[in-house]
């Protein structure tokens, strides 16, 4: 695939040698997430190669149909390494969907010296260089769309379970085919999983007509929240841990929440602040319509995603939090 990093003829002969593997990805999950894994596991067993699922947050209740589909049983670590958790039980650590080890609370410190092969398969810009073997394509959709390069390479036979995740990654990260990130590799992916038999309509119902009533509670206080700054060009919306406490509500709802303000004509950014129930960092999230680069702007402050889809975590009160991103926004040279 052009602009891919890293040879896919290392990668899966690595790979192949591993007999055990342990599969993660970044914490707070999204369906890329979700779905790249699934896809993965399924195929690592296709290999004969024994695969663990472990994840830094617990499985969000959206996708959760997406590892029953796969009969996938999965590790969580909320807060910690799940106790008698030995990594020297595997052979490979993959990561997917992310490069960073800030995205991989409690990892950095057990497999930072692993000396057993680490791979990442990914599509953010931001990397760090820490793996052993690296599949990164940064014009990919979603890490979705590598994942099927990789199957592809290494001759897993792509069935109907393996097409439905890889499915759910790509619609996930590119708003149902509607994001600039998509293109015609994207859609002619989706068309080949579609004639493997993904139910598309199931696939809607489950994904966009499941919600929890919490979800739309949080999303009425973030749109009460709504500001328009800087000739109304920049939007800002926030949560307080009050917000969540009154609506009962999760930081997981607030998945593409900061995505709505771009339908107004004159916003080119929008900016979601989050302060966390459990506390800890601002969480800040960033879309833009194509002005502002918004993985070279998170990076000023640690952060990380892509051109148009980035984010940033901020140790600092709310109040001050939105000052500085709003004031680095409005900065004529931000």
Not at 19 to 42: E, Y
Not at 89 to 116: I, M
Not at 171 to 198: C, H, I
Request: charged residues 20%; contains cysteine.
């Amino acid at each position: 695939m052009a602009g891919m990093s890293g040879s896919l003829p290392a990668f899966t002969t690595a790979l192949s040698r591993c007999r055990r593997v342990l599969l993660t990805t970044h914490v707070r999950p999204d369906g890329d997430a979700i779905g790249t894994l699934a896809a993965l596991f399924l195929a690592l067993g296709q290999k004969g190669i024994d695969a663990q699922v472990l994840l830094l947050s617990r499985l969000p209740s959206k996708y959760a149909f997406v590892f029953d589909d796969c009969s996938i049983r999965h590790l969580e670590a909320t807060d910690g390494l799940p106790a008698g958790f030995d990594p020297d039980r595997f052979d490979g650590l993959l990561v997917v969907d992310t490069g960073t080890w800030s995205q991989l609370p409690f990892l950095r410190e057990v497999f930072e010296h692993w000396n057993r092969p680490k791979f990442i398969l990914d599509h953010h810009v931001t990397q760090e260089e820490w793996a052993t073997f690296q599949l990164v394509d940064a014009s990919a959709a979603a890490a979705g769309e590598v994942a099927a390069e990789l199957l592809r390479s290494w001759g897993v036979r792509l069935d109907r379970t393996i097409a439905t995740s890889l499915y759910v990654a790509l619609v996930s990260d590119t708003g149902w085919f509607q994001f600039a990130n998509t293109r015609p590799f994207t859609l002619r992916l989706a068309a080949e999983l579609m004639e493997l038999g993904v139910d598309t309509d199931r696939l809607n119902l489950l994904l966009n007509c499941s919600e929890r009533k919490e979800r739309l509670f949080l999303q009425t206080r973030a749109l009460q929240s709504l500001q328009l700054l800087d000739r109304e060009r920049l939007a800002t919306m926030t949560l307080t841990r009050q917000d969540f406490l009154e609506t009962g509500a999760q930081v997981p709802a607030t998945e593409n929440l900061v995505n709505v303000p771009l339908q107004i004509g004159s916003v080119q950014v929008s900016v979601l602040f989050v302060e966390p129930p459990e506390g800890g960092p601002v969480r800040i999230s960033l879309r833009s319509k194509g002005g502002l680069d918004c993985a070279r702007f998170a990076q000023q402050f640690g952060g990380g995603g892509h051109a148009r889809a980035a984010g940033i975590k901020l140790e600092a009160p709310l109040a001050q939090a939105i000052d500085r991103i709003c004031c680095a926004l409005m900065d004529p040279s931000a």
